[in-house]
């Protein structure tokens, strides 16, 4: 691959640490041709990215995470080069958002119950740019000296049977899909290898998608390991669905994985880039730099 291409980031409109425009910057100091900002359920970086993207000659790739509830499970549902303004996907994510106050009230009830006070005050401090997720109330019981690091304050506190943990619903499948694909975008499945499926459910989940409309699947992410890479391929080949790359970067520290550093997709992978304009852009750049 002569250009890098990173399908796959959060700022702090989502739960990333940068703004858009310095993870723009970031993105350029470690050299990515091509940045998806996909923010969790918000587009608003999008606009501001966009123009700091053209000042470093990226090619910016418009994307939103949507949270996602799949049989009782929470999964994640990447769109990319949807269009923002497309008003079923702005409706839908508005209501996710609205959605996303009342759990963490309900995340703050079930800390309070335990103890820890002003949780709900503490969480908001760290998102005033966009969403409130549970990434905030893990830097407030961090920060306020509650838990040692991220890795322990969701392990202890904010997964499913811990204190801080609320149980909500998020969007359906068919709706993500539909609001990603009817505003001209590609929706990808992000990081399969996450949910804990196990394979009779990941094939129910493959071929739902597919009939869906779901027409890609990360194969290379922060969150797999290499034999998931190579696992997640034969998935992707084995349903037709193209492959998709991305750091899942949210900032030093707490980041899966810095940008940049992913190796290219295995080879029998069809990339979800294959015929976008863009990455002929990026690779006309580097035959002429
Ligand atoms: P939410 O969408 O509010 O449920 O927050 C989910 C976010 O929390 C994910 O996108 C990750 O950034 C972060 N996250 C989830 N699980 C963990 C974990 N075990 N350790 C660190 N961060 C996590
Ligand atoms: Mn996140
Ligand atoms: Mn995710
Ligand atoms: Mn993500």
Same mark, same amino acid.
């Given at each position: 691959m002569s250009f890098t291409i990173d399908l796959h980031s959060h700022s702090? /409109?989502? +739960?990333?640490?940068?703004?858009p425009t310095e993870l723009v910057e970031h993105a350029a100091m470690h050299r990515v041709d091509i940045l998806a900002l996909t923010d969790h359920d918000d587009t608003s970086g999008l606009a501001v990215a966009e123009v700091e993207a053209k000042r470093w000659n990226i090619q910016l790739v418009k994307g939103v995470e949507i949270s996602v509830t799949w049989k009782k499970r929470t999964i994640h549902i990447v769109g990319l080069? /949807? +269009?923002?303004?497309?008003p079923p996907l702005k409706a839908g994510l508005a209501k996710i958002r609205e959605g996303r106050h009342v759990r963490a009230a309900g995340m703050a009830a079930g800390l309070d119950k335990i103890g820890i006070t002003g949780s709900l005050e503490g969480a908001y401090e760290y998102a005033k740019e966009g969403i409130i997720s549970r990434t905030h109330f893990a830097r407030f019981l961090v920060n306020s000296g509650i838990v040692k690091d991220n890795k322990s304050v969701f392990k202890k506190y904010l997964v499913k049977g811990k204190p801080g943990y609320f149980e909500h619903e998020w969007a359906s499948l068919e709706d993500a899909v539909s609001w990603i694909v009817g505003s001209g975008g590609t929706a990808v499945i992000a990081h399969p290898g996450r949910y804990d499926l196990g394979r009779t459910n990941m094939l129910l989940l493959l071929e739902e998608f597919r009939a869906l409309g779901g027409t890609a699947i990360e194969v290379v992410t922060g969150s797999h390991t290499v034999a998931q890479y190579v696992e997640y391929a034969k998935y992707a080949q084995l349903f037709g669905l193209k492959a998709s790359l991305g750091s899942d970067y949210h900032g030093k520290g707490i980041s899966f994985m810095e940008m940049g550093r992913l190796p290219a997709l295995p080879s029998n992978c069809q990339p979800v880039w294959h015929d976008w304009p863009e990455v002929h852009a990026a690779q006309a750049k580097h035959l002429v730099s």
């Open positions: 702090n /409109i989502s +739960d990333g640490l940068l703004t080069k /949807i +269009d923002p303004e497309y």
